[in-house]
């Protein structure tokens, strides 16, 4: 069974995401506590990554940009080896994803995202 790193930084609508996967019934490695995946990741349907150290990005200028965090990879190395030696686990949670992912259809995700972006935007 396929597992997945997912310690995306602001790939949320680019890459191979957590929801995308969880729908395949896979298990991931996630940095919910810094991504936009909050809503959809909990430790009954992905290894969830804590220990995270703050990052600034900056732009050519040194002005910031953003903030990000950096996975340890010591905690990732464990996390992908934990998951390999719990297989029945890893796919409990990959099955428990595709389950929680039923409540999270294209049209309500991009509902969600215009909604939020309406917020942060005032509108």
């Not at 965090?69 to 996390?79: D, Q, R, W, Y």
């Not at 998951?83 to 994803?97: K, L, N, T, V, W």
Request: some cysteine; overall charge positive.
């Amino acid at each position: 069974m396929a597992r997945f790193l997912l310690p995306l930084r602001g790939a949320v609508l680019l890459a191979c995401r957590h929801d995308e996967v969880a729908g395949l019934s896979r298990q991931t490695l996630d940095l919910r506590d810094a991504t936009g995946h909050k809503d959809i990741c909990h430790a009954g349907n992905a290894i969830l990554l804590r220990n995270l150290r703050p990052l600034a990005i900056n732009d050519g200028k040194g002005q910031l940009v953003g903030r990000w965090v950096e996975p340890s990879l010591e905690e990732i190395i464990a996390n992908v080896e934990y998951a390999y030696q719990r297989r029945a686990e890893s796919q409990a949670r990959g099955a428990a994803a595709a389950e929680d992912m039923k409540q999270w259809p294209w049209k309500r995700a991009a509902e969600t995202i215009i909604s939020t972006i309406g917020k942060i935007s005032g509108r």
